[in-house]
């Protein structure tokens, strides 16, 4: 949230909604892993916990294959996305920008590898320190907007995946041993599509607002709307935080258990634990923006509006942390099936909003009521998982 602001500080709001309009392309080409991470993210807690280690380990040089695959295409996707926007965009600022998504997609599978690795072994301190470096790295960046403008946010699009993994090249739990085989990559993706699925369907409609503002209204109001990003961004840190956390524990408790019933306190842990974090920062954000706004951001006074209505409505992600057992539960077609309607509520809401001349607010007020409705499905839908019994394959 701070770098944001002080991004923002620096940066004109056609400059800062280049930036965002560019950020959009990686939330929509995350599909390439095919699931093969999110299957990792499950499997190797889960046989571990099963006591069929030299099976996890079979799984992790999958995903290490995998991962250099991926990061191949991301790049070479990446330069595609350069010479078209230098060829037809008519900001010049974008193809600029987009420059620096070749590194950033090229090792953010890479990274993300590594972190599901650590993830799944329970390696949560290094993790830790990682995410804390990463973060003052890009604050860093985010400050250096002052000296160098937007050159600033893209070394960060470009330097924050290489980073990350550089931090956690060394003694990792699990190293890759032999070469993968087929068999385990296309179980890992079996297991892993439907999750991959879900998260994809949750990035869009986490982008839906920003890319239904980009595509009917302009980089200005774009910029605009960048204040709603910071503010809902600041809060899904601890709905996000908590999920990592909870996804390989409650995957070890299903392992040893056998049985969804045993899973019921996991609901209250990680509803409790969002709700006692975000209400506060939600309340004290409300009535801060105005003022910060007016103080340091003077030219965004008119995404104030839309920025508080996101802030609240973002109290909606406290579904994010008992939403783990689904996946592991591999029960995902029916919050698939509420994604996509909920990610075509934003875009009727949003188109309909700005064509009653509401703006960046409509939009905002679009994707509160989606993602609400969303969030109180997914509630009700863990609650009936964990009522039966829903039993561990073999």
Known sequence: MLGGLIAARHLSPEE???????????????FMQFGVFNGL??????????????KAQ??????????????????????????????????????????????????????????????GMREFERLGKNLHITNFWNLLCSVSTSVIGVTGLAIRIGTQSLLGWILLLRNPPLKEEKT?????????????????????????LAAADRTVIATFLTAEDLGY????????????????????????????????????????????????????????????????LPYLVQAFLPEYVPGIFA???????????????????IPILRRN????????????????????????????????IARVVATGLYGFFVLGFVFYLTHRDVECES
């Open 16 to 30: 800062f909604g280049a930036v965002q309009a560019v950020l959009l392309i990686p939330a929509y080409v995350g």
């Open 41 to 54: 993210n499950r499997n190797l807690p889960l046989f571990r916990a099963k006591g069929e280690p030299e």
């Open 58 to 119: 079979r799984f992790v040089n999958a995903s290490a294959r995998v991962a250099r695959y991926v990061a191949f295409g991301g790049a070479f996707i990446a330069l595609a996305v350069v010479l078209v926007l230098l060829l037809r965009a008519d900001n010049a600022l974008l193809g600029y920008v987009a420059l620096f998504l070749i590194p950033g997609l090229f090792f953010a599978p890479l990274k993300l590898h590594q972190d599901t690795v650590f993830r």
């Open 180 to 204: 993968a085989s087929w068999k385990d990559i296309r179980t890992l993706s079996a297991v892993g599509m439907p999750m991959l699925i879900s998260g994809v369907i949750f990035t869009w």
């Open 225 to 288: 709307f960048a204040l709603a990003g910071i503010a809902m961004n600041a809060l899904k840190v601890f709905p996000d935080s908590i999920n990592q956390l909870l996804y390989p524990r409650v995957a070890h408790a299903y392992g040893l258990a056998g049985s969804s019933r045993e899973l019921r306190r996991y609901i209250w842990i990680g509803l409790g634990l969002n709700l006692a974090l975000m209400i506060p920062v939600a309340i004290i954000g409300w009535f801060a």
């Open 307 to 325: 920025a508080q209505i996101t802030l609240v409505g973002s109290l909606a992600f406290a579904y994010n942390g008992p939403s783990v057992i």
């Open 333 to 364: 077609l029916p919050p698939q099936i509420a994604g996509v309607i909920a990610i075509g509520l934003v875009w009727l809401g949003g188109i309909y909003a700005i064509h009653l001349g509401y703006g960046i607010v409509g939009v905002a």
